[in-house]
């Protein structure tokens, strides 16, 4: 897979998130609601990318860095907008992706990776607790819903840089 870095307004990234957000309203009923804006993932504060297979975009996601607050600590990032399409889900891409937002953090002195998703995508959690992700309390728009769970990884150089 091919991996590209590209704005949130590109056309492959509007056609892929609007695939994940038909993905929601088919799982949940609506789409995600949570404010995204385009400048928050664009570098050095955010980055999106875009997996393409034989030219064809396949795969998407990114990261948005948060300021300290209530909900996110000093040196936190949120992954937003994973998704694969149905069509090559299985051959492991999603990790691909992943492993790279996370390098990509790290690179970026972010110290954690935060995220939301829903228990009706056990395979996007089996993916994050299998990739080192641990359960943390619930945070953003969805807080409130019982079908929100929220996950977190310590980036390796934060936890290096912890010791």
Known sequence: MELRTLALDHPDVQKL???????YV?????????PVD???FAAPRGTFVVGYLDGVAVACGGWRAHEPGPEFAAGDAELK???VVP???GQG?????LAELERRA????RRRLVLETGTRQPEAIALYLSSG???IPRFGLHRCSPRSRCFAKVLPVAAAVAR
Do not use: C, F, N, P
């Open 133 to 135: 992700y641990t359960e």
């Open 93 to 97: 891409l999603s990790r691909v992706l």
């Open 17 to 23: 998130i609007d695939e994940v957000q038909q993905e």
């Open 81 to 83: 907008r994973m998704y």
């Open 38 to 40: 385009v400048s928050e």
């Open 106 to 109: 790290i690179a970026a002195g």
């Open 26 to 34: 088919h799982r949940y009923g609506g789409k995600d609601a949570t």
């Open 87 to 89: 069509a090559v889900r």
